[in-house]
């Protein structure tokens, strides 16, 4: 009797928890239709995706062995939120990489080269070096670089000109703010470089005049087409290095904690609010260009998240074509943050993908090959 009594009641505690875990993925993989001004909290949902998706998989094949018509509510839910499902675990065994391309086809470069390691260029002045040979190593026909410091005066670390030469690129837009300025000697801001004649450049600005409330495009003479290439990088967390101890380290005292979570809460909610409005500012921008668009940047949130799903809405995310895994594309926190993307619109087939997995900046540099389709001008 009292085997039984417990018996039901872990049954019933399991089943609750199924439940539970069910509710808050299909809440997390609908995020999109929820403004982060009035619900910016179930933003937190999208970076627990993953983990939500392996534990209704647990569930689904605990239920399946003990033979439960409840192994159905996770199938379900799952069949249900397959979109979101498969931008995080796209549906491919393995993720091939040809350095060389194919003929016709276009390479793309996205990176956050985090500074190109001025920070440390006295303890570690080899990194900047190896960035340049892993970025000639591929070749990219078109690279889109994020959080670039650099600068056109001599006596700078990070010289300009040097850069461009190390990187045989022909043409490139490097876009700034002044105000931004890194010191005296450095712009701090992104660049797009391209081995094809770029024939328009424009820096785009989005009041309050905030760094991440600019993004770049460029229009690129692609053989007979044209095609828009925007270089994004959406507003980030801004965790110290306090922040980031508390999120890796549970042993801090109770009154540091305090301070922290609420330090934390606050920059998440922040950055999901102003993520959304640099989204919707950016899909509005891309919506009237008036040629074939891709997409790169840092978006510091993850897939199924608002910022994702608006600005990737109807175009093809190069991890979920032609990638395997999580590739994550941030060093840390959590193995789930995928928060880079190469986007290009239906105009294009994308037929490889790869993520580089040599930590050389805080982010890892993705790269895809495109293939513009039979007409895209």
Same mark, same amino acid.
């Given at each position: 009797m009292q085997k039984s009594f417990w018996r039901r009641l872990a049954h019933n505690f399991l089943f609750v928890t199924n439940c539970i875990i069910a509710v808050l993925f299909f809440a997390g993989a609908n995020v999109k239709y929820f403004n982060p001004a009035n619900w910016w909290f179930l933003g937190l949902l999208t970076l627990l995706l993953a983990y939500l998706i392996v534990a209704l998989v647990i569930f689904f094949?605990?239920?399946?062995?003990?033979?439960?018509?409840?192994?159905?509510?996770?199938?379900?839910?799952?069949?249900?939120?397959?979109?979101?499902?498969?931008n995080i675990f796209p549906v491919h065994f393995s993720s091939s990489f040809s350095i060389e391309e194919k003929p016709g086809s276009i390479r793309v470069m996205s990176w956050n080269v985090e500074q190109f390691n001025i920070l440390h260029h006295k303890d570690h002045p080899e990194i900047k070096q190896e960035m340049f040979d892993l970025i000639n190593k591929y070749d990219p026909d078109i690279a889109c670089f994020q959080e670039v410091v650099a600068g056109? @005066?001599?006596?700078? =670390? $990070? +010289?300009?000109? /040097?850069?461009?030469?190390?990187?045989?690129? &022909? #043409?490139?837009?490097y876009s700034y703010s002044l105000r931004d300025d890194f010191d005296r000697d450095h712009h701090f801001?992104?660049?797009?470089f391209s081995k094809?004649?770029?024939?328009? @450049?424009?820096?785009? =600005? $989005? +009041?309050?005049? /905030?760094?991440?409330?600019?993004?770049?495009? &460029? #229009?690129?003479?692609?053989?007979s087409d044209t095609i828009r290439v925007y270089n994004i990088h959406l507003q980030s967390l801004k965790f110290t290095k306090a922040n980031l101890n508390y999120l890796d380290n549970a042993n801090l005292n109770p009154d540091s904690s305090l301070i922290e979570s609420k330090s934390i809460i606050s920059k998440i909610r922040t950055g999901y609010i102003k993520r959304s409005i640099q989204a919707?500012?950016?899909?509005?921008?891309?919506?009237?260009?008036?040629?074939p668009v891709v997409v790169c940047g840092d978006f510091n949130d993850?897939?199924?998240?608002?910022?994702?799903?608006?600005?990737?809405?109807?175009?093809?995310?190069?991890?979920?074509?032609?990638?395997?895994?999580?590739?994550?594309?941030?060093?840390?926190?959590s193995p789930t943050l995928r928060i880079d993307n190469i986007f290009a619109d239906q105009n294009f087939t994308i037929t490889q993908f790869t993520r580089v997995n040599k930590l050389l900046s805080d982010h890892f540099p993705i790269i895809a090959d495109i293939i513009p389709n039979q007409k895209t001008k």
């Open positions: 094949f605990f239920w399946l062995i003990k033979k439960s018509f409840w192994c159905s509510l996770s199938l379900i839910t799952l069949i249900v939120g397959w979109h979101a499902v498969i056109d @005066k001599k006596k700078g =670390i $990070n +010289y300009f000109p /040097d850069i461009q030469k190390a990187l045989r690129f &022909v #043409d490139y837009f801001g992104r660049i797009i094809l004649p770029i024939i328009n @450049k424009q820096a785009v =600005i $989005n +009041y309050p005049n /905030d760094y991440n409330a600019t993004f770049q495009y &460029v #229009d690129i003479l692609a053989g919707s500012f950016i899909k509005d921008e891309i919506n009237h260009s008036p040629y993850v897939p199924n998240s608002y910022a994702y799903e608006t600005i990737g809405a109807g175009l093809q995310n190069a991890f979920v074509k032609k990638g395997a895994g999580i590739a994550r594309t941030f060093s840390t926190i």
